[in-house]
């Protein structure tokens, strides 16, 4: 535990005595939200990202340590144990290192050398690999193993028994196999190539026909893209190093020079280089390339994924949202202030001029009878048509603003069983409309209804593990609702199975308390739900909010176990609770600094972080952090991609960052690409070290190909 402990503290620079306290409140089942939020005295105020970084690299080592232990139970049981070998296990600081040393101790399938030893020729491997100068020549040697009964009918037999031996032995060479993994790490080439007669039908990887690059170098969206192509059967792929340069390596392991027999061991290192270390070396390394590029595109994902969720929502406004299509027509749906469905419609905008003129009619007047500010567009099939005729809807009407939203995953959300249950009496296209409105509402509680994977921030996500890939997202989504708060008395079962400490079973409870027992009038009135004892409260209560509590604190983020602490810092600050819900408490904060923090801390009986955290709470009861983000733009005209020029400046929102640039939508059907080299006048590794998605940025077009539907954006020296 304690070798854990000091690997952590210096891969993640952290206090040990931090370490170890993470790892004992994971080991008795606290949630990271929980641990980042409440714990904070304990870790050092690290924030759920390095939380969950600590996590994965605790497992890992966990999952070595118990191989470790696995390996060495192996070659115990062989009687095979060394004290060298043991040495050896213990400072193997990789799965990759501990199996090298396995290798030769694996109960292996029946190869060349098993086959060889069964026929009693591993003395004479060993005989001749020790190429000792007094030995006699291996052809000499051979004579003795020549045994008809046994499958050796000659000396060329026995000979080749042994070098298939040797190859092995030299194949499984655990120094011989760091030696080259370092090598190719260093030198070695990935390359790419399309299979003869694919050129047409494989032209998507085009950049990939004829590929070289050292693997060093190579793109994690590079291999990504090698390996799918390869998968469907339009290229070859291949990692490379230069053959010499590895039988070098080899060669120096294993020959003794002046020795007899040497000649036939380095033929037999050849083999062993060309027939077994080689293509293993191969496989080893394109799978430590995809599994980084899997880790990367994941990494990347996730990073994608936390500002989607975390856009500001247009709050308390009835908003029309419209699902666009061409021969289904144009799917609408007018949701209040809280997201209940008011009115649905079928446009047909597409159509004809009639039937463009009677859906601006139908429009119009849903806009007018329920009063709607915002109308939210899909930016899927027919966007682009519907866009148009809102924009003439918006001459006729006005005090109304559109803004494009992502319909990506609306079609699987409307498809599902969740949507059944929650809009029973709307057909599929219909539930698509309501989700869309509600997307520009509060995109959060909506987007928490679909798997993060349907979203779409991200690149090749149907090509990635599909289990790690759940668990990050998960990760992500759970700390976003948890950062934000859920009301308990409104949240849908979705959004409750995300807070710390619940589940599908205790949200679905919760819901069904709810609807059988009227709104929750106090925090721990929630201990009442079936199956959501003492450990899911103390996980969750923290997070859930209950704005019709007697109780203020209820409906803010300090903890129930801290509301004494609370309260005693109000006294010492001069102020009482119902300061707090008359929101005068803009100078708590200032109060507790001049009184002293420490001192403060101490007569509330907390830590510091933790007393600042109340403070923080106390002087904004209810706070939503995504409120203090820049609002999302709303629009109230159209630009076509023919309006644009190249020098133009426009303002445009972020929608996906991915390893090569940035996608832009600046108004226009087409989101605009901004090349990683364009995005900022300073070396970057990715663009996410400087935009991320949801961001409001300014771009100025280069270059506008409307035959391809491409826009080439910059964001560098964009004039004031």
């Known amino acids: 535990m304690q070798e854990i402990i000091s690997q952590l503290s210096q891969e993640l620079n952290k206090d040990p005595k931090h370490i170890e306290n993470v790892i004992v409140l994971l080991d008795e089942g606290n949630t990271i939200p929980f641990i980042a939020r409440y714990r904070k005295e304990l870790h050092g105020a690290m924030d759920d990202t390095a939380l969950r970084t600590l996590a994965d690299r605790l497992q890992y080592l966990r999952n070595l340590a118990q191989r470790r232990e696995e390996i060495r139970k192996s070659i115990d049981s062989q009687e095979k144990m060394t004290e060298e070998l043991s040495l050896a296990l213990d400072n193997a600081k990789t799965l990759s290192e501990l ?13 060349r050398a098993t086959i060889a030893k069964e026929k009693g020729l591993e003395p004479l491997a060993q005989q001749i690999f020790s190429q000792a100068k007094d030995m006699a020549e291996p052809e000499e040697l051979a004579q003795d193993y020549v045994n008809p009964d046994l499958g050796v009918n000659t000396v060329e037999e026995a000979l080749a028994g042994a070098s298939d031996i040797i190859a092995e032995m030299i194949s499984d060479d655990a120094s011989i196999r760091k030696e080259l993994r370092k090598l190719m790490q260093k030198q070695a080439v990935v390359r790419s190539a399309v299979v003869k007669d694919k050129e047409e039908e494989g032209a998507v990887y085009r950049l990939y026909f004829d590929f070289s690059q050292a693997l060093a170098k190579t793109q994690g969206h590079q291999v990504l893209a090698m390996n799918r192509g390869e998968r469907e059967g339009f290229l070859k792929v291949s990692v490379e190093v230069d053959r010499e340069k590895a039988l070098i390596c080899i060669r120096r392991a294993v020959l003794i020079p002046g020795g007899k027999g040497t000649a036939f061991v380095r033929a037999a290192a050849e083999d062993a280089y ?9 496989r080893e390394m394109r799978t430590a390339l995809t599994d980084e590029a899997n880790e990367g595109a994941i990494h990347n994902f996730a990073l994608n994924l936390r500002p989607l969720l975390m856009q500001p929502p247009v709050k308390g406004h009835v908003t029309l949202g419209l699902d666009p299509g061409y021969s289904h027509g144009c799917k609408c749906a007018v949701v209040d202030a809280t997201g209940k469905v008011l009115d649905t419609a079928v446009v047909y905008p597409t159509f004809s001029k009639n039937k463009r003129e009677e859906a601006i009619v139908t429009l119009a007047n849903l806009i007018r009878k329920h009063g709607v500010e915002h109308i939210a567009i899909g930016n899927g099939t027919a966007s682009r048509e519907t866009e148009n005729a809102v924009c003439e809807l918006l001459t006729r009407v006005k005090g109304v603003s559109y803004m494009i939203v992502s319909e990506a995953g609306a079609s699987v959300y409307s498809a599902s069983k969740l949507a059944a249950e929650e809009f029973p009496q709307y057909d599929v296209n219909l539930r698509s409309a309501v989700s869309i409105a509600r997307r520009l509402q509060d995109p959060l509680a909506e987007l928490v209804k679909i798997d993060p994977k349907a979203i ?7 090509d990635l593990p599909e289990k790690r890939l759940d668990e990050s997202l998960a990760g992500v989504v759970e700390d976003c609702v948890n950062a934000v708060g859920v009301d308990l008395n409104t949240a849908s079962a979705s959004l409750l199975r995300r807070v710390s400490g619940l589940n599908a079973t205790t949200a679905k409870n919760i819901v069904t308390y709810r609807e059988e027992n009227g709104a929750f009038t106090t925090r721990k009135q929630v201990l009442k739900v079936p199956k959501l004892g003492a450990k899911a409260y103390e996980q969750a209560a923290g997070f859930l909010r209950v704005p019709e509590s007697k109780q203020i604190l209820d409906n803010t983020g300090v903890h129930p176990e801290s509301y004494e602490a609370a309260e005693k810092l109000l006294e010492l600050c001069g102020f009482a609770l119902s300061d707090v819900a008359a929101g005068k408490l803009s100078e708590l904060t200032a109060r507790m600094e001049a009184y002293g923090a420490d001192k403060a801390a101490e007569a509330c009986g907390v830590g510091i972080p933790t007393l600042r955290d109340i403070a923080k709470e106390l002087s904004k009861p209810g706070r939503d952090p995504r409120d203090e983000l820049p609002p999302p733009i709303l629009r109230t005209d159209v630009l076509e991609m023919k309006d644009l020029k190249p020098g133009m400046v426009l303002t445009g929102t972020v929608r996906n960052v991915i390893d090569f640039g940035v996608f832009v939508d600046i108004g226009v059907h087409q989101d605009g690409l901004v090349h990683i080299s364009r995005v900022c006048n300073k070396f970057i590794k990715h663009p996410s070290q400087v935009v991320s998605v949801g961001d409001v940025v300014k771009v100025a ?20």
């Open 99 to 111: 199996e090298d040393i396995y290798r030769p101790y694996k109960p292996k399938r029946r190869t």
């Open 274 to 282: 060309d027939r077994l270390i080689a293509p293993s070396m191969e």
């Open 456 to 462: 779409g921030v991200g690149q090749y996500q149907h």
């Open 701 to 720: 077009v280069l270059e506008v190909d409307e035959k391809r539907h491409r826009i080439s954006l910059t964001m560098k020296d964009i004039p004031e």
